[in-house]
T-cell receptor, first 115, second 113 residues
Framework: EAGVTQFPSHSVIEKGQTVTLRCDPI?????LYWYRRVMGKEIKFLLH????????ESGMPNNRFLAERTGGTYSTLKVQPAELEDSGVYFC?????????????FGPGTRLTVL | GESVGLHLPTLSVQEGDNSIINCAYS??????FIWYKQESGKGPQFIID?????DKRQGQRVTVLLNKTVKHLSLQIAATQPGDSAVYFC????????????FGQGTELSVKP
């Protein structure tokens, strides 16, 4: 069974540019989460989809971040325009059962560097 | 708001020794915790979990202890191996808020051969 995949693995952009990150969850997983780890700090929750619906976007830092999950399959996270403080590692996770922690699987992350 | 944190950012142990990684939390209503291991270039990987109706849970070479009185949990790794070198995070699973995770800062474990 394929795990959660993320693309690209690395992205280096200049301040003011736009970047789109993609996450492909495990097939059949309705729950999809985005997290990020900035500058070696803790991993912070960004938002949660159930199928194509945003259930919780309380962790989105500001309106420069836009997440979508059209059709309830893969998700994209767009940062426009990117700022220096957006640098970090963005993780995606998916699960079928939100009640069981062992069922939430993480992707390898996308390392974003904003220069 | 919720807060889950770690006491030490780095831990260095000798191969074969036991490792103990600590974590404190602030919300007394928290009742479901998970430990994750993150290796370089990979996402967090589930190690073990514990719910508040338990004080201790054991896995393969790992034990998690939960002290609800002082809002503290720990991860013990027995006979630490070089492959255990990674960053370890404690997290609270807010299953009643969609299953999102609130992570602590992380402890980097380094195992010396």
């Amino acid at each position: 069974e394929a795990g959660v995949t993320q693309f690209p693995s690395h992205s280096v952009i200049e301040k003011g540019q736009t970047v789109t990150l993609r996450c492909d969850p495990i097939s059949g997983h309705d729950n999809l989460y985005w997290y990020r780890r900035v500058m070696g700090k803790e991993i912070k929750f960004l938002l949660h989809f159930v199928k194509e619906s945003k259930q919780d976007e309380s962790g989105m830092p500001n309106n420069r971040f836009l997440a979508e999950r059209t059709g309830g399959t893969y998700s994209t996270l767009k940062v426009q325009p990117a700022e220096l403080e957006d640098s970090g590692v963005y993780f995606c996770a998916s699960s079928q059962d939100r009640w069981r922690g062992e069922e939430q699987f993480f992707g390898p992350g996308t390392r974003l560097t904003v220069l | 708001g919720e807060s889950v944190g770690l006491h030490l950012p780095t831990l260095s142990v000798q191969e074969g020794d036991n490792s103990i990684i600590n974590c404190a939390y602030s919300n007394s209503a928290s009742d479901y915790f998970i430990w994750y291991k993150q290796e370089s270039g990979k996402g967090p990987q589930f190690i073990i979990d514990i719910r508040s109706n338990m004080d201790k849970r054991q896995g393969q070479r790992v034990t998690v202890l939960l002290n609800k009185t002082v809002k503290h949990l720990s991860l013990q790794i027995a006979a630490t191996q070089p492959g255990d070198s990674a960053v370890y995070f404690c997290a609270e699973n807010l299953y009643n808020q969609g299953g999102k995770l609130i992570f602590g800062q992380g402890t980097e474990l380094s195992v010396k051969p």
